[in-house]
């Protein structure tokens, strides 16, 4: 809670809406693609936290190179795991 301290106190003192504008899994940083499950996990939980929050937010997919590391689809067309995570955090 107390990570998003600044952004509350931003928000109240100057009466304005505070959202997080794209947020995603940089493959470089962890050093190769971590499986989709724990990138799942871990967009559920900023989501989570963000909502609790009252906190805007925007999912980021990103390609990298000619493979999309971050489709919502997989190749044969069926959802990847992050699409029902989405859904969820959006009560679709």
Known sequence: KNFWAPAKTFSSTYNV???????????????GE??????????????????????????????????WQYDLLNDDGSERIIVSILKDALSV
Request: hydrophobic share 35%; proline share 4%; charged share 20%.
């Open 17 to 31: 809406q505070v959202w997080i504008q794209e947020f995603g899994i940089n493959i470089d940083s962890y050093g």
């Open 34 to 67: 971590p499986p989709s499950e724990s990138r799942a996990l871990w967009v559920q939980h900023v989501c989570d936290l963000a909502s609790e929050e009252k906190i805007g937010w925007c999912y980021w997919v990103y390609g990298y190179g000619s493979r």
